[in-house]
């Protein structure tokens, strides 16, 4: 690792993935910041049942994929 870059991508979804590809094919050097657990190709849910049990975001027990925030005049439901 580093200890500075060029660029700093932070979330690794479409639009970060593709940043970060694209600067780095310009040469820079870069950092994508990723909050999520990396998913094997083979754990990822394929059905709404798989979902069920561990798609929620919980700080310290669960690294799902969604994250729920409630707010007092709007509501998050979010990729993590």
């Known amino acids: 690792m580093l200890s500075s870059y060029d660029v700093v991508v932070i979330g690794s979804g479409f639009?970060?993935?593709v940043v970060a590809c694209r600067?780095?094919?310009a040469g820079h050097s870069v950092a994508v910041l990723e909050r999520?657990?990396?998913?094997d190709?083979?754990?990822f849910p394929r059905a709404m049942g798989q979902?069920?049990?561990d798609a929620l975001w919980d700080e310290g027990r669960s690294h799902g994929f969604i994250?729920?925030?409630a707010f007092r005049k709007v509501d998050v439901i979010q990729g993590a």
């Open 23 to 25: 600067m780095a094919e």
């Open 51 to 53: 979902v069920a049990s």
């Open 67 to 69: 994250e729920y925030a």
């Open 36 to 39: 999520g657990r990396r998913w």
């Open 41 to 43: 190709r083979s754990e």
């Open 15 to 17: 639009g970060g993935a």
